[in-house]
């Protein structure tokens, strides 16, 4: 595949949007700079690109229309939800098509008998759970963007949040998949019904980055809400002691609705921002929620209370009514923008880790901030092992950001060393490219790009995402072994 992205070539710009002019309504293709400007990246803003052309479809059969002109002119195209994801999944090509789902925000249907929704891709996840309130019903995914991020994107990245826990990913509440290949052939993966005949298609698209296919309704599974939760949260004057609490809890066989973590820097900062009545002496913290029947809730509680003291915490805390558990739950959903607060800029990561390993991992991350001479506040959605460092630096400053790169590298290369995973919920995209020639040996990557031609032969979907190429892997390879900058080759920066 492609590892540029190449300058606009405005001929071939005057003939794309020619064509895509006469399948669409005027307005629904932008070509001037300050019109595209908007969609030169996603959450991971050190890269941008402008696209060639950005297309706003309002329904499925314009979708279907942009796809098979790009497809006969060998236009690339790459797919974009809210923008919210921070891997670089959506980052545009410079000759190519940026194609925006966010007008396809319509809610087709809520079955409260079936418990499901029927969804366009650019509905808010958490609109999802406002529409299916009024059922007594909602949305058990919840990532910490989910008043803005779509489930179009959810299902592109394999969204997690502060629940998947005991509720799953996107995967494991998305029932039925409709979209689109490259070629504009209509698809479904999934089924409406219990299972679906054939291959398990539907886990694949998942996580996918739009790589595969473009999606444009997705049918999502509801839960009835529970008849209540209360939110534990527990001080440790260690941050050993803390990640030793999280793999106790799940040891003793409680699978808490949400475990989460919080070392004192991202405490502080959060407490500052909305006062969530947060420890600020605690090295670090744990929110563990609860939530079921009252009968179901008091056990569950007692039961993790005790594992928490015994395993070291200094204090522990139980929610006394909702608005207080919302309130402990705030900070954690705010840990993202109260870290934007004190910093000019932040790289968040996504790394995955077995649970016994997460006091061992903020130790070598903070061996990471005295080595590089950066702050990293850290958030985890601790009884997964999936870990959020936020590395805080100012992108202005060309060696800052090339220091919080090679930060970044070696926590993600740690995360494989100790039997972990380069992502959790937040994808590949461009961020973690290098770091899957670590993580997968040639011939597995040989594989993945065997399924992505069988999707997608010509490799015009998002391409230069996800999947390294051979030649890169060996160029990042000299790099890693001789110690040299862990960066980027020939990607557009700001």
């Known amino acids: 595949m492609n590892e540029r992205s190449p300058a606009i070539n405005f001929l071939r710009q005057a003939e794309v949007a020619a064509r895509l002019a006469r399948a669409l309504p005027r307005e629904a293709v932008l070509v001037a700079s300050e019109d595209t400007r908007p969609y030169e990246c996603d959450g991971l803003s050190a890269y941008r690109q402008l696209p060639m052309i950005v297309s706003l479809p309002s329904n499925e059969d314009e ?27 959506a980052l545009p090509l410079g000759d190519g098509v940026l194609l925006s789902l966010s007008k396809m925000m319509r809610i087709i249907s809520v079955d409260p008998l079936a418990r499901t929704a029927r969804v366009q891709p650019g509905v808010r996840n ?6 299916a309130a009024a059922f007594g019903l909602y949305y058990a995914p919840d990532p910490s963007s989910q008043i803005a991020c779509t489930i179009g994107g959810n299902v592109a990245e394999n969204s997690g949040g502060v629940h998947c826990l005991k509720y799953g990913l996107t995967v494991h509440n998305v029932l039925r998949v409709r979209g689109f290949t490259m070629e504009g052939e209509l698809v479904e993966f999934g089924s409406e019904a219990l299972d679906a005949p054939g291959f398990d298609l539907l886990a694949l698209i998942h996580g996918s980055e739009g790589m595969l296919a473009v999606t444009t309704e997705i049918t999502v599974k ?25 793999a106790a809890v799940i040891g003793a066989g409680i699978i808490p609705a949400g475990l989460e973590m919080m070392d004192r820097p991202a405490t502080r900062a959060v407490e500052e921002f909305v006062h969530a009545g947060y420890d600020l002496d605690a090295a670090a913290i744990l929110l563990a929620e609860c939530d079921g029947t009252e009968e179901e809730v008091g056990e569950d509680l007692r039961r993790i209370e005790a594992v928490l003291r015994d395993a070291g915490a200094t204090s522990v805390r139980v929610s006394r009514d909702e608005a207080e558990r919302l309130r402990f739950w705030s900070g954690r ?15 968040c990561m996504d790394g ?17 901030e005295r080595k590089y ?56 995209g461009i961020e973690k490219i290098n770091q ?15 399924v992505k031609r069988a ?40």
Not at 126 to 131: G, K, V
Not at 352 to 368: A, Q, V
Not at 376 to 393: E, M, S, T
Not at 436 to 450: H, I, K, S
């Open 373 to 428: 001479k950066l702050r990293c506040p850290n958030v985890f959605h601790a009884g997964d092992g999936n870990l959020h460092p936020l590395i805080l630096f100012d992108a202005n400053n060309p060696d800052e950001l090339a220091r919080t790169e090679a930060f970044a590298s070696e926590v993600l290369l740690k995360c494989v060393a100790v039997g972990g995973t380069i992502t959790g919920e937040h994808g590949v």
């Open 455 to 494: 999707f997608d032969p010509l490799e015009l979907l998002n391409p230069s995402k996800n999947i390294p190429t051979l030649h890169r892997c060996a160029e990042f390879g000299g790099m890693h072994v001789s110690g040299g900058a862990l960066s980027h080759p020939e990607l557009p920066r700001f």
């Open 222 to 246: 509801l839960l009835p809400r529970p008849d209540l939760a209360r939110c534990v949260m527990a001080s440790f004057d260690d941050v050993e002691k803390a990640g030793d609490a999280v």
């Open 333 to 347: 959903k705010a840990a993202f923008p109260a870290v934007g607060r004190i910093s000019p800029d932040y790289y």
């Open 352 to 368: 995955t880790i077995p649970r016994k390993r997460l006091g061992e991992i903020l130790l070598f991350i903070g061996e990471m």
């Open 436 to 450: 899957m020639c670590v993580q997968f040996r040639p011939a597995e990557l040989e594989l993945f790009r065997g």
């Open 126 to 131: 958490l609109a999802i759970s406002e529409a």
């Open 63 to 89: 979708v279907g229309k942009v796809l098979r002109i790009c497809h006969e002119l060998r236009v690339p195209v790459v797919a974009r939800g809210a923008g919210t994801g921070l891997s670089g999944g």
